[in-house]
């Protein structure tokens, strides 16, 4: 599977913007597809979640109400709507794919992962 993350871009503190993950090859064999994120200095982070079959989806308590991630199977596609951005937000956002039902907010498990793109939110 490969995975190709676009969208990133500076905004200011308030405004929203919207990333994309292009999935290519075995996309069917990804349980999740997920965001992750990581600011300078700092451990990567779940930002997002959906379950590529049924559409569930799940959000760590620093993004919900405020992120929304959906999919399109047909298209390969995932993105991550994000609305009232805050400068904590900075930080480069990763898609991936992860094969097993568990886990879904730890990197570890994940098994395919898209390159980053760069979300600077200024103040």
């Known amino acids: 599977v490969q995975l190709q993350a676009s969208g990133g871009g500076l905004v200011q503190a308030g405004g929203s913007l919207r990333l994309s993950c292009a999935a290519s090859g075995r996309t069917a064999t990804c349980y999740h597809v997920s965001w992750f994120r990581q600011a300078p200095g700092k451990e990567r982070e779940f930002a997002a979640a959906?379950?590529?079959?049924?559409?569930?989806?799940y959000y760590p308590d620093s993004v919900k109400g405020r992120f929304t991630i959906s999919r399109d199977n047909a298209k390969n596609m995932v993105w991550l709507q994000m609305n009232s951005l805050k400068p904590e937000d900075t930080a480069v956002y990763y898609c991936?794919?992860?094969?097993?039902?568990?886990?879904?907010?730890?990197?570890?498990?994940?098994?395919?992962w898209g390159q980053g793109t760069l979300v600077t939110v200024s103040s």
């Open positions: 991936a794919c992860k094969r097993s039902p568990v886990r879904v907010g730890t990197s570890l498990a994940y098994d395919y």
């Open positions: 959906i379950t590529w079959s049924t559409g569930n989806t």
